[in-house]
C-alpha cells in the first residue's frame, strides 16, 4: 500500500536526498584525507568520516526506497465539503475550549515541514478521527488521558 505524500512534502524529500547526494562526495574525499594520515586504527578524523559515510548512505537507501511508496496527492482537487488529506482543519476541544488548526498529511511529513501550522498524520489517532468529517460535526479521539471531544469549526 502506498503512504500520501503532498507535493510540498514530496519536493522537500527530494531536495533532502539531493543535498545528501551532494554531501556524499565531500565526505568521501574527507575519508581519502584522513586515510593518508597513516594508521587507520586509531585515526580519529577516519572514523568519523567513515561513520557520517555510513549514516549518509542509510539515510539515503531509506530515503529512495520511501520515494517509490510515495504517492502524491493533490489536495487542491479533493472535496472540500469534509476533512480530506492535505486539508487545513480548525478544531475545538471541546473540554478546555482551546481551537486548534491541523494540516491532514502523510506521516513523513509530520515532523519535516517549513510552516508554523500543527501538522497531524492521516495515520494518528487524531487524523484517523477527523476524516470524513464535516463542519460542526463532533468526533472523539481515545488518547491515553482518556477520550478527548473536539468539533470541527472550519475546512480549507
Not at 586515510?35 to 529512495?64: C, F, H, P, T, V
Not at 491532514?104 to 494518528?124: M, N, P, Q, T, W
Request: with cysteine; net charge neutral; aromatic share 6%.
Amino acid at each position: 500500500m502506498a503512504d500520501y505524500i503532498t507535493k510540498e512534502g514530496m519536493i522537500r524529500l527530494q531536495k533532502k536526498v539531493q543535498a545528501l547526494q551532494e554531501e556524499r562526495p565531500k565526505v568521501l574525499e574527507q575519508i581519502q584525507t584522513a586515510r593518508e594520515m597513516g594508521d587507520l586504527s586509531e585515526n580519529a578524523e577516519y572514523q568519523a568520516a567513515k561513520e557520517k559515510q555510513r549514516n549518509i548512505d542509510r539515510e539515503l537507501n531509506y530515503l529512495n526506497t520511501k520515494l517509490l511508496t510515495l504517492k502524491v496527492i493533490d489536495p487542491d482537487t479533493l472535496s472540500k465539503d469534509a476533512v480530506r488529506f492535505g486539508a487545513y482543519v480548525h478544531i475545538l476541544e471541546l473540554s478546555t475550549g482551546n481551537t486548534l488548526k491541523y494540516r491532514l498529511v502523510g506521516i513523513d511529513e509530520v515532523y519535516d515541514r517549513d510552516d508554523d501550522i500543527l501538522h497531524v498524520s492521516i495515520a494518528s489517532p487524531l487524523g484517523k478521527a477527523m476524516v470524513g468529517k464535516k463542519c460542526d460535526e463532533q468526533f472523539i479521539v481515545k488518547a491515553p488521558k482518556g477520550d478527548i471531544s473536539f468539533k470541527i469549526l472550519k475546512i480549507e
